[in-house]
């Protein structure tokens, strides 16, 4: 975990296209690489998800974490929720901020939304699909049901809290909207329009995003490495978010092998370097502050509760400081 002296800044902006909003969280360390990289979380869920990704990136570069419309407590537009509706918010947040060349990091459902942005932008050079999905061969709601459940069994019980409390904010009745279209969505068809070179990551335990449908992407990928991480399962972008940070840095610098597997060892996040009970009882704070806010549609508070949160997590986990 972060080991720099320097803390996270963290503003919250909300991008409005049209009718549709999206919440941007911007977390910088101000580290001057001229790198940027742009968090798309995946179905009914939030921002939150990369609460440890975001800051082990943002010493590499400046985050911009989005919750889009309809998910994380900001309203949805009326517009069908469909890849390429939320590629149209990306694109319109890369405009926006004059990012020309992001490196977009996609989970679950925001792969396809990432891919769909790489299709229709050539110039991006890479880019990050973490735990992708649809697999075609499986691509009905029952079955899906199936496989998430059967990842879910490997998940932490933080994670579990993580998804309910993002689905209550979301809404069943907008999740079942978008439900849909993310299974319709072939994203074995669309990776081959991009330029980028993607890599690809699952986690040991990632029954919705098996290997038959990674070893399709890569034969179809202009440029395409895969790498899986022992241990993991669906969200591993949270519960191994030192893996994926490292993975995302060797793949944006080239200097990673077409093809590997990485210990869960060096992948999973660690126990909190300064973990007791303020500690703990901070960061259950702030994040549930976060979603009485978000809920109440108070961007003031989303705003003060993700600095919190993320100050909270920076002082635990960076050594030898409480700050």
């Known amino acids: 975990m972060p080991d720099a002296s320097r803390p996270a800044d963290v503003q919250v902006d909300t991008y409005r296209r049209g009718g549709a909003r999206t919440r941007v969280t911007r977390i910088s360390t101000g580290t001057e690489t001229g790198r940027s990289f742009v968090l798309v979380a995946g179905?009914?869920?939030?921002s939150s998800y990369f609460e440890f990704l975001a800051p082990l990136l943002?010493?590499?570069g400046e985050v911009y974490a989005l919750d889009l419309p309809g998910f994380g407590g900001v309203p949805a537009s009326g517009e069908q929720p469909t890849a390429q509706f939320f590629a149209d918010q990306v694109e319109g947040v890369l405009d926006h901020y004059g990012?020309?060349?992001?490196?977009?990091?996609?989970?679950?459902?925001?792969t396809q939304v990432v891919t769909e942005v790489l299709a229709r932008r050539h110039r991006l050079t890479h880019a990050v699909l973490v735990s992708p999905v649809i697999d075609e061969t499986e691509s009905n709601a029952l079955l899906q049901a199936v496989r998430f459940a059967q990842s879910t069994v490997r998940e932490s019980i933080h994670i579990a809290f993580l998804a309910l409390s993002a689905y209550l904010l979301c809404g069943f009745l907008y999740f079942f909207e978008t439900l849909p279209h993310m299974l319709r969505y072939r994203i074995s068809d669309r990776i081959g329009a991009g330029r980028a070179t993607v890599l690809l990551i699952r986690g040991e335990f990632d029954r919705p995003s098996p290997r038959r449908l990674h070893s399709r992407l890569v034969a179809r990928a202009h440029a395409a490495r895969r790498w899986e991480i022992e241990g993991a399962a669906h969200c591993v972008v949270n519960s191994h978010a030192v893996g994926v940070a490292r993975l995302t840095m060797r793949h944006v610098h080239d200097e990673?092998?077409?093809?590997?597997?990485?210990?869960?060892?060096?992948?999973?996040?660690?126990?909190?370097?300064?973990?007791?009970l303020r500690m703990v009882l901070g960061a259950m704070a702030s994040?549930?502050?976060?979603?009485?806010?978000?809920?109440r549609k108070d961007e003031d508070g989303v705003e003060q509760a993700k600095a919190?949160?993320?100050?909270?997590?920076?002082?635990a986990y960076r050594p030898g400081s409480r700050d």
């Open 58 to 60: 943002a010493e590499e």
């Open 256 to 276: 990673l092998a077409p093809k590997g597997r990485m210990p869960a060892a060096d992948a999973a996040v660690p126990p909190a370097a300064h973990a007791d």
């Open 308 to 315: 919190r949160h993320t100050r909270v997590l920076w002082s």
């Open 99 to 110: 990012l020309t060349e992001p490196v977009l990091i996609g989970h679950s459902m925001g």
């Open 287 to 295: 994040r549930l502050a976060e979603w009485i806010s978000a809920a």
């Open 43 to 46: 179905i009914g869920v939030a």
